[in-house]
């Protein structure tokens, strides 16, 4: 059964960074990019970043351009969100995706087969 495990959520401060990871277990996962959404409370799901399983293409949201970055470790089969600077608009719950097969890392949530159950993150002012 497919499963993927987020970790590395938590408080920090305005300014301070978090790593979030994501293992996947139980399935084929070389042809699926990787995504991160997160959803505050009250809100709509929302794209983060995703790459490719190879890793060479990576798409972000502009409110995270050139503050997070995220990165996949085939090898155990792990990808990672890099999260600096950050702000409390960031705070929620942070989700990892693997997308349906040979999909291009993108922004739709509906093109995300697996969802894992989510890691919070608070960031205090």
């Known amino acids: 059964q497919v499963k993927l495990v987020e970790s590395g959520g938590g408080l920090v401060q305005t300014g301070g960074s978090l790593r979030l990871s994501c293992v996947a277990s139980?399935?084929?996962?070389?042809?699926?990019?990787m995504g991160w959404f997160r959803q505050a409370p009250g809100e709509e799901r929302e794209f983060v970043a995703a790459i490719s399983r190879s890793g060479g293409i990576t798409n972000y949201a502009d409110s995270v351009k050139d503050r997070f970055t995220i990165s996949v470790d085939n090898n155990k089969n792990t990808a990672y969100l890099h999260m600096n600077s950050l702000k409390p608009g960031d705070a929620g719950v942070y989700y990892c995706?693997?997308?349906?097969?040979?999909?291009?890392?993108?922004?739709?949530?509906?093109?995300?087969?697996?969802w894992g159950q989510g890691t919070q993150v608070a960031v205090s002012s």
């Open positions: 139980g399935g084929t996962f070389s042809s699926r990019a």
């Open positions: 995706a693997a997308s349906k097969p040979w999909v291009w890392p993108r922004t739709d949530v509906k093109l995300y087969d697996y």
